[in-house]
Structure formats: structure tokens, C-alpha cells
């Protein structure tokens, strides 16, 4: 595969970065091709991700929460799905950048997963977040403030890389579960993400309601 198709070299920029500073530096430099990049590869998560929600949220339900919204690619679909009020969260300011062009979203936050959140309480109806549980990025310590800010009763949609799945994000997830913290109400199959990029580790996306 040719370097004009694949999301190789920002991909490896991305992976190889070892604290939160530098990851979203990478994104930064990514934030104006990665539509296109991520286009040419199949990427998937936001497609699956967006029919998880519809099928678990009801429609008019909001606000919702886009975490790790990059530069909007869940959120072109929201409002089509019958989901008006959005909020994009994001460790870049050049992905943020690009989903502000596009009007999406309500508010824009530059903030990190697995960080305490700059969210009250109970604000959200429902979460999506795809594409960033992930190698390198974040793992089962992001679970937390995502349950902190979602409402009783709501849903928060993740895609889960397996390697993170594997290395205790299953087990967070079974120990919530024994605290009737949470319900996991769906799951994909493992899954690969991106298609057309070579090496491409499995994922699979779940559904989670808040107790």
C-alpha cells in the first residue's frame, strides 16, 4: 500500500507517543488529512458505534457526549439521527479545530480521558466513544468519569481495542457489573477497524447502562 492510502506513518506518530502532550501533538499535525486518511482505510468505529447508540437511545435524548470527538466523525451523523444536542471532548486542539468548521457540536472541550473531567455530575443522557479506548491511548482507568458524568439510566458506547480489553478493561468491567454499578446490555464480535491498513489489531464495541 502506497504512503497517499494508508494512515500508516500518523498512525506509528500517534502509537509511539508515551504521555498526553505528545499524543496530542501527533493528532495535531494529523487534524487535516485524517478525514481523508481515515476514509481510505474503511475505518469503521464511528459507523458501529452511531448504530449502537441508535439502538440503545432513544431519539430526541440529550445531551450526548462525543469523547474523543476528533474532527467530528460521529458527529456528522447525530443530528441525522435524531440527536440535536451534542458536546465534542478531545485531547487535540487541531481535531477540535476541524470539528468546530464543521458546526456539530454545542461545546468543544479540550480535555483528557482518564483525567478528572471538566463535567458536572449526571450531565449526560448518553456517551460515545470510538476509536479511543485504544493501544497508547487510554484504557480502563477512562471508565470512571465517563460513568461520573452520564445520568442513571443512560448509556455510554465505547469501541475496545482486545489488546486493552485483555489488559484489565474486562475485568473493571466485571467488577462494576458485581457492584450493580453498571449493566453491559450489547457487544460486537471482535472486529478490525480499519480494513485497509495492514496489521490492523481486532477491537469490539459494547454498550453499557448506568445503574
Given at each position: 500500500m ?11 506518530a500517534?502509537?509511539?507517543?508515551t ?6 501533538a ?22 458501529i458505534?452511531?448504530?449502537l ?6 431519539k430526541?435524548?440529550?445531551p ?14 447525530l ?6 444536542v451534542?458536546?465534542?471532548l ?7 479545530a ?7 457540536y ?23 466513544s ?12 477512562g ?8 445520568r442513571?439510566?443512560?448509556v455510554?458506547v465505547l469501541t ?7 489488559a ?7 467488577e462494576?457489573?458485581?457492584t450493580q454499578s453498571?449493566?453491559l446490555?450489547?457487544?460486537?464480535d ?11 489489531s481486532?477491537s469490539r464495541?459494547i454498550v453499557?447502562?448506568?445503574?
Amino acid at each position: 500500500m502506497t504512503a497517499s492510502t494508508s494512515a500508516t506513518d500518523p498512525l506509528k506518530a500517534v502509537y509511539a507517543a508515551t504521555a498526553s502532550q505528545a499524543v496530542a501533538a501527533a493528532y495535531d499535525e494529523w487534524a487535516e488529512r485524517y478525514d481523508a486518511d481515515m476514509a481510505k482505510v474503511g475505518y469503521r468505529h464511528p459507523a458501529i458505534a452511531t448504530a449502537l447508540l441508535a439502538r440503545h437511545v432513544p431519539k430526541g435524548a440529550g445531551p450526548l457526549l462525543d469523547a474523543g470527538a476528533g474532527t467530528g466523525l460521529i458527529g456528522e451523523w447525530l443530528e441525522i439521527l435524531g440527536y440535536p444536542v451534542a458536546d465534542a471532548l478531545d485531547l487535540s486542539a487541531g481535531m477540535l479545530a476541524v470539528a468546530k468548521r464543521k458546526g456539530l457540536y454545542r461545546d468543544l472541550v479540550q480535555a483528557a480521558l482518564g483525567t478528572p473531567l471538566p463535567f458536572e455530575t449526571d450531565r449526560y443522557a448518553a456517551v460515545i466513544s470510538a476509536g479511543v479506548f485504544t493501544s497508547g491511548h487510554v484504557g480502563a482507568e477512562g471508565l470512571d468519569e465517563l460513568l461520573r458524568i452520564t445520568r442513571p439510566g443512560g448509556v455510554i458506547v465505547l469501541t475496545v481495542k482486545m489488546a486493552v480489553w485483555d489488559a484489565g478493561f474486562a475485568n473493571r468491567l466485571t467488577e462494576l457489573e458485581a457492584t450493580q454499578s453498571i449493566a453491559l446490555i450489547d457487544a460486537t464480535d471482535p472486529y478490525v477497524s480499519m480494513p485497509g491498513e495492514p496489521n490492523t489489531s481486532p477491537s469490539r464495541a459494547i454498550v453499557i447502562r448506568v445503574v
